[in-house]
T-cell receptor, first 114, second 117 residues
Framework: GQQLNQSPQSMFIQEGEDVSMNCTSS?????WLWYKQEPGEGPVLLIA?????ELTSNGRLTAQFGITRKDSFLNISASIPSDVGIYFC??????????????FGDGTTLTVKP | DTGVSQNPRHKITKRGQNVTFRCDPI?????LYWYRQTLGQGPEFLTY????????KSRLLSDRFSAERPKGSFSTLEIQRTEQGDSAMYLC???????????????FGSGTQLSVL
């Protein structure tokens, strides 16, 4: 089946630093989604990307849909303590017709030191 | 708050017992999804409903698992004869499901954490 590889697995950064994480796949995806999950909660959608090369921002978050359609990137600028959580990428392949059937990566755990 | 509600939040059971979880989606949402999430991994799709119809089941959903959405509103997920490997967070999500397809936005509940002893 489809698999997504997220890196890094975890990050420990200082408040104010910028963060970059990425997600890669061996197969092509038509949609990339980025979610954040906080302890004891379900994932919350941050950004959705639908076209190769697309660059989309949501506040301090910026995500890009890779040109090859096999990767995506998420950047967080000027991190703050409330950015702490697990960031998941999720992708939809050519045969998937609704976002609920996304394949999720295993997440990047972000820790921000004040 | 009219978000997705899941009950119970935590369930501890002995191996071999049956357990049932409930999910109340956002009221106007037609689609409802169930996922399983284990520590260190992302959610894995189990099954989904369009109104009361169960449209798809993952191969992860063994015969011991059954899900229902009898009136197209709340849903239940039952696991019979639980095994230690069933220990996981079970997440529910809902969406409008009116043709948005890949663009539909999912709203997740806080999950039910199952521990099988």
């Amino acid at each position: 089946g489809q698999q997504l590889n997220q890196s890094p697995q975890s990050m420990f950064i200082q408040e104010g630093e910028d963060v970059s994480m990425n997600c890669t796949s061996s197969s092509i995806f038509n949609t990339w989604l980025w979610y954040k999950q906080e302890p004891g909660e379900g994932p919350v959608l941050l950004i959705a990307l639908y076209k190769a090369g697309e660059l989309t921002s949501n506040g301090r978050l910026t995500a890009q849909f890779g040109i090859t359609r096999k990767d995506s990137f998420l950047n967080i600028s000027a991190s703050i303590p409330s950015d702490v959580g697990i960031y998941f990428c999720a992708g939809l392949g050519q045969r998937d017709t609704n976002a609920g059937k996304s394949t999720f990566g295993d997440g990047t755990t972000l820790t921000v030191k004040p | 708050d009219t978000g997705v509600s899941q009950n119970p939040r935590h369930k501890i059971t002995k191996r071999g017992q049956n357990v049932t979880f409930r999910c109340d989606p956002i009221s106007e949402h037609n689609r409802l999804y169930w996922y399983r999430q284990t520590l260190g991994q992302g959610p894995e799709f189990l099954t989904y409903f369009q109104n009361e119809a169960q449209l798809e089941k993952s191969r992860l959903l063994s015969d011991r698992f059954s899900a229902e959405r009898p009136k197209g509103s709340f849903s239940t997920l039952e696991i019979q004869r639980t095994e230690q490997g069933d220990s996981a967070m079970y997440l529910c999500a809902s969406s409008l499901g009116r043709g948005a397809g890949v663009a539909e936005k999912l709203f997740f509940g806080s999950g039910t954490q199952l521990s099988v002893l």
